[in-house]
């Protein structure tokens, strides 16, 4: 993830008139600016993000990896009746661990055809079952960039259950101080032990705060949580601000990322809170995001919904949404070696790109046929939301739009609301934060703190 860049204090009224062009801007700026005729502020040059005309937003022009998921573990020992990888498994019946020579040349491959990868996420099923895999992807990648094949050290990190702790674990974090981590944890026992149960049926909430406690103490790791919401925490009574409370408390981890649960073919029943009481969970959403801007800014161990990170890395982008990279900037490597565009679509004939040891893999690439229904779905959001004052906060996801409009080309309503509260949740306390000096300082170190150490998560 970048470093974010946020001016300092004697600039941040006028730098926050956060795209100039938001319909919002009018009511949310400080009076004390002052706007000229058109919305902008009047004592800025020019306004700090420009509307951009459709035909000028693109998604395919960019170079380099933004990230490589390699799926090292197509099982797992938990049974999460929501996930979206079918416990790894992808609805086949394979249940192999990538060999480590596969997750090598998989870093080898991009490295050596794309210059740069920005961030290896290393996926499951658990990929904590794999841990040789592990060794294999950090080894690979310390070579290329020290022979120069990689410009930079790509940020390498993983999502675990937390169940699994031993010391091969212990010393593999030890020994790489650069290896990110986070942790699964979907709120207090009452919400977290419905679902994630192990493959004997047992709970395992407490398993993983003694598991998350030894490895703190011993490898300062995780720095975050990552929770998906789904509908039981609603049928429980239990809002995102005060599960993300009770699993600061439980863990001591500030950072949680909050995935709103969705549906896939492998899914028995709808999960998503989106679908079942829209407006509570955008309320919600949008609670969560106010509470946390102002515990960063009103405290010195805050708790923080990570899309507040997220939002802060794209308030000063060029005005765009979050168009989906996937077959261009993002990819997914399964264990036996398949290429796919992403690691939330299914491992299917009709959406593999081809193998890792393909002659003229490069060609598969470029002339993959899935990457026209990527673009399709590009193009949709860049008419339908390119347009929006919350552009640059809306990820465009085609899994999202095929899991609400069974369609991967057609946007997903309620997650285009959901982003657009957040969003305006976002922006409004940050212009609030901004006329208290000592609660913008703290807002901008505390984030700045953070950034660095957290692994990017999976939500956006």
Same mark, same amino acid.
């Given at each position: ?23 919002? $801007? ?19 040059? $020019? ?361 991967? $080309? ?51």
């Amino acid at each position: 993830m970048p470093n974010i860049s946020i001016p300092g204090a004697n600039q941040r009224k006028e730098r926050l008139v956060i795209l100039s062009h938001n319909p919002l $801007v009018a009511a949310m700026i400080p009076a004390d600016i002052g706007l000229d005729g058109v919305g902008n502020a009047a004592n800025l040059a $020019v306004p700090l993000t420009l509307k951009s005309m459709a035909a000028e937003r693109t998604w395919d022009k960019e170079s380099g990896i933004a990230k490589l998921v390699i799926q090292i573990a197509h099982k797992c020992n938990l049974t999460c009746a929501y996930c979206i990888s079918d416990a790894g498994r992808w609805g086949t019946s394979g249940t192999s661990l990538m060999s480590p020579d596969i997750a090598a040349n998989a870093v080898d491959f991009f490295a050596r055809n794309y210059g740069s990868i920005d961030t290896i996420y290393l996926f499951g099923g658990e990929p904590t079952l794999n841990l040789a895999a592990i060794e294999a992807v950090c080894v690979q990648a310390e070579r290329r960039f020290a022979d120069g094949t990689l410009r930079a050290m790509p940020s390498i990190g993983m999502t675990t259950n937390g169940t699994i702790v031993n010391s091969r674990f212990i010393n593999l974090l030890k020994d790489r101080p650069y290896l990110k981590l986070s942790v699964s944890m979907d709120g207090p026992p009452i919400v977290h032990d419905h679902y994630r149960l192990d493959e004997r049926g047992r709970p395992t909430y407490e398993r993983i705060v003694r598991n998350v406690s030894q490895l703190r103490e011993l490898t300062q790791r995780p720095t975050s949580l990552e929770i998906t919401y789904s509908k039981i925490h609603q049928d429980t009574g239990m809002t995102i601000w005060e599960t993300m409370q009770l699993l600061q408390q439980d863990t001591g981890i500030d950072v949680i990322g909050v995935e709103i649960a969705y549906n896939t073919s492998y899914t028995r029943e709808s999960f998503d809170p989106l679908l079942s009481d829209l407006d509570r969970t955008i309320k919600e959403a949008a609670d969560a995001i106010t509470q946390s801007m102002l515990s960063i800014a009103k405290s010195k161990k805050p708790l923080y919904h990570y899309h507040v990170i997220a939002f802060t890395q794209n308030i000063f982008r060029q005005h765009s949404p979050n168009f989906c990279p996937a077959g261009r900037r993002y990819f997914a490597i399964a264990g036996d070696g398949a290429v796919y565009p992403c690691q939330n679509l299914p491992e299917t004939p009709e959406l593999r790109i081809g193998f890792l040891e393909d002659e003229g893999l490069l060609d598969l690439i470029t002339q993959a046929p899935i990457l026209n229904q990527i673009d399709q779905a590009n193009k949709h959001a860049n008419s339908t939301l390119g347009d929006q004052w919350f552009a640059n906060f809306c990820k465009i996801c085609p899994v999202y739009n095929l899991s609400e409009t069974k369609s991967m $080309v057609t946007n997903a309503p309620s997650r285009a609301r959901l982003y657009e509260a957040m969003a305006s949740a976002y922006l409004e306390n940050l212009l609030m934060i901004a006329h208290d000096d000592g609660q913008y300082q703290q807002f901008l170190a505390n984030v700045a703190d953070e950034t660095d150490s957290t692994l990017e998560l999976n939500v956006f």
